[in-house]
């Protein structure tokens, strides 16, 4: 399970990435003179840059090799890097957007490269790889706060760009994976091409699930903090609550992407799905050690759906189609991101924060709907 390690930091590097930086906005904000509006653009500039190139890049690995096109990611995002302690403050919307255009390469590619390294035990390594990614969200805000309390926001480039440095020289090291098979002549890249994945049948119904738990992920990382904040719990206790979620979500994944590979994959993500947003539910009714307990259970679904999609998908993707299909399951990724906390948002500023979570959860319970009967169909499509 080496590989996977290597590509789970692979994956890390553009987690850490993104929330080192992100995180320590309001200081970049207030050195430069900007407000609240340019921190929100300057974040959407990396989330549009992976959710447009993300299917591209994994399109173009599925045709040039995903191991030359995730080290050229990797060498972009680690470029971009550098580059802003060339480039004047103000251009840090640039070096954002060059940044995601290379996380969208190595985070696409590299979860393609789990599906063709590992033919067996694939949950587990699946598993592994986004404990591994997930990381990053975790330590980055700790390591970002304590490069700018001793420096200053700038150095947080250098050493995103020493991780970027880092992950080129392990994966250089990796044997070069098995090509797939090529795709027909008539097959070349074209946007009829491009586009088929999103188009598969058998796939739509996974992407769906994987929109719907990523918009319980949105809401839970984004407005679980504001059920703390009406409790009027102190930061250390506000604190406490989004690291039990974000410590269930990552040690889940390789228990859950292990258990997939001895069950039906499809019960894990019916399971996950059903616990992730039940708590969403709950979350408005709940305070204290109940509050903690539904906590952990939201990290605990949506981690196992997370990772047991990534194995399904992967499982389901056409031959020689592996980049692709994984690049597209990471912009619906993207895309479920996004809409989550734009709908809970709206639906508490109208009708209250009850009902934001209420309303939300029972969407992501009628997602459930997306996996009734997938299991006969799944064993018949692979």
């Known amino acids: 399970m080496g590989i996977a390690l290597v590509l789970g930091f692979v994956g890390f590097v553009t987690s850490f990435g993104a929330h080192v930086v992100a995180v320590n906005l309001p200081f970049y904000a207030e050195s430069v003179g900007v407000g609240v509006a340019v921190i929100g653009v300057l974040i959407a500039a990396y989330d549009l840059a992976e959710v447009v190139a993300k299917p591209v890049f994994g399109a173009i690995a599925d ?23 060339v480039v004047p403050p103000q251009l840090l919307i640039v070096i954002r957007f060059l940044q995601g255009l290379g996380a969208a390469a190595l985070s696409a590619v590299s979860l393609a490269l789990v599906g063709t390294y590992f033919t067996r035990d694939r949950g587990r390594a699946y598993g592994l790889y986004n404990a591994m990614k ?44 098995e090509r797939e098979g090529d795709l027909d002549d008539d097959d070349d890249f074209s946007w009829s091409s491009f586009t088929a994945v999103f188009r598969e049948p058998t796939l739509l119904p996974w992407y769906l699930v994987i929109v719907a738990n990523m918009f319980l992920v949105g809401i839970l990382f984004g407005f679980l903090p504001v059920r703390i904040y009406e409790l009027r719990l102190d930061p250390f206790a506000s604190g406490l609550f989004l690291s039990l979620v974000a410590a269930s979500y990552l040690l889940v994944q390789p228990l859950a992407g292990a258990l997939a590979d001895r069950v039906a994959p499809s019960i894990t993500v019916r399971i996950g799905l059903m616990l992730g947003a039940s708590s969403v539910v709950l979350a408005p ?14 990290g605990i679904g949506v981690g196992t759906v997370w990772t047991n999609t990534d194995m399904l998908v992967s499982r389901l993707a056409r031959r020689g189609r592996l980049g692709a299909t994984m690049g597209a399951a990471g912009s619906f990724k993207e895309l479920g991101d996004m809409i989550g906390p734009v709908a809970i948002g709206v639906l508490s500023q109208a009708f209250g924060l009850t009902t934001g979570f209420v309303v939300c959860g029972l969407i992501g319970l009628l997602s459930l709907t997306l996996v009734r009967g997938r299991s006969a169909a799944l064993a018949a499509e692979t």
Do not use: H
């Open 134 to 177: 997930g990381a990053g969200y975790v330590l980055s805000p700790i390591v970002g706060g304590a490069i700018v309390l001793q420096a200053d926001f700038a150095a947080i480039f250098p050493v995103t760009a020493a991780i970027g440095v880092l992950a080129f020289v392990l994966s250089a090291a990796l044997p070069q994976p």
């Open 285 to 298: 009714f709940v305070e204290g050690l109940a509050l903690g307990i539904v906590s952990v259970l939201a």
């Open 63 to 85: 045709r040039q090799g995903m191991k030359r096109t995730m080290l050229a990611g990797i060498a972009i995002f680690t470029l971009a890097s550098l580059a802003y302690l």
